[in-house]
């Protein structure tokens, strides 16, 4: 792997706005628009959720580590940037993402293996392929993604600044958690690495179940018992970091006690006052490791608004995948694979 990610091809080819991603996925529904109108798709949300599931499924047939199951997803949305999803067969690029990507995380999986595993597993959506159509698949994948193949991914963030954050094995597994949910959404095209796993800790920190919480099974970690607090406990770190980082480039001397003036933009404001109500409570152990974690933020040079941004579109992930409805969502990519004759 690249040891840079500065330099790297993640960077320079594969980050996007959210304007240049719509209207990247608008052309594609453009080149076509009878198709689109004929083979309704849920909304982009809910496809993700849905493809992450079956690559885990396969993956963990196969008994593939969750580093080459990340580097899959993150090949898949690449390639449904630049190829219409109706044209191709879901579960075949999704087995081929995850040979490829097994192939570069240096765990490689024997093409007939995954290719058996992949039609047991979805024997009525790849009736006629073979390993054959993997390897043409694969040459697909690899032409689409301009042989850009190296995938930074925030599970190494995370383990460097474990000590550093003092995080408890519960914060490093509720943060390693995140990071796996973020594949669900845009995040992995739209920020760096390094900003994904910082989100993951802050919410980890606040998003922690209390002793007394009940558990939620679900991938939504945001759901559950003083989410919303949390969330509001999030929002004002990330103020406070902003206003301090602000009044050091000012060259006001803010220091770790410089209160807020306001929240991130565009956070939900239900929790604006919520947050306010207390924030100085620092004999509370989560609130004094929030406050740390905001003060080393402040003195950095990470980008804060992008980790505003990244909070807000995970929190927005979480909300939607209480509507997901997985039989719909496998019901209306069934629809055109079979209508196209793409199982064949």
Known sequence: ?????????????????????????QKLDDEDPALVQMFP???LRHLNVYFNQQINRLGKRLGVRQQ?????????????????????????????????????????????????????????????????????????????????????????????????????HDETSLAWTVINDHYMTDLPLLHPPHIVALTAVLLAL??????NAGGGGNSGTAAGAGAGA???????????????????????GGGPGTPSQGFPQG????????????????T???????????AWLADSNIDIEAMVDCTQELIAFYECHEQYNDKHTKEQITRFIKARALDK
């Not at 996007?16 to 991603?21: A, R």
């Not at 509370?284 to 905001?294: E, G, S, T, W």
Request: hydrophobic share 45%.
């Open 267 to 282: 956070f939900p404001q239900g929790l604006q006052g919520e947050g306010a109500a207390e924030p100085k409570k620092a």
């Open 1 to 25: 792997m690249a040891a840079n990610f500065w330099e790297s091809t993640q960077r320079r080819h594969w980050q996007f706005s959210k304007d240049e991603l719509a209207a990247m996925r």
């Open 68 to 168: 080459g199951m990340a580097t899959a997803q993150v090949y898949l949305k690449r390639f449904y940037t630049r190829v219409q999803i109706r044209h191709t067969n879901p579960y075949l690029v999704i087995s081929t993402a995850l040979y490829l990507a097994c192939k570069m995380e240096e765990c490689p999986q024997h093409i007939r293996l995954l290719t058996q595993e992949a039609r047991s597993l979805w024997s009525q959506e790849l009736i006629g392929h073979d390993a054959a159509r993997v390897g043409e698949c694969e040459f697909s994948l690899i032409s689409e993604m301009s042989s850009q193949l190296i995938v930074h991914q925030p599970y190494r963030t995370l383990l460097a600044v474990q000590t550093e954050f003092g995080l408890t």
């Open 230 to 252: 949390g969330i509001a406990m999030a929002a004002t770190a990330l103020a406070q970091a902003q206003a301090r980082a602000a009044a050091m480039v000012a060259g006001g």
């Open 284 to 294: 509370d152990p989560r609130l004094a490791k929030v406050q740390r974690f905001a």
């Open 41 to 43: 798709l849920p909304q």
């Open 206 to 211: 606040v998003l922690r179940p209390s002793s």
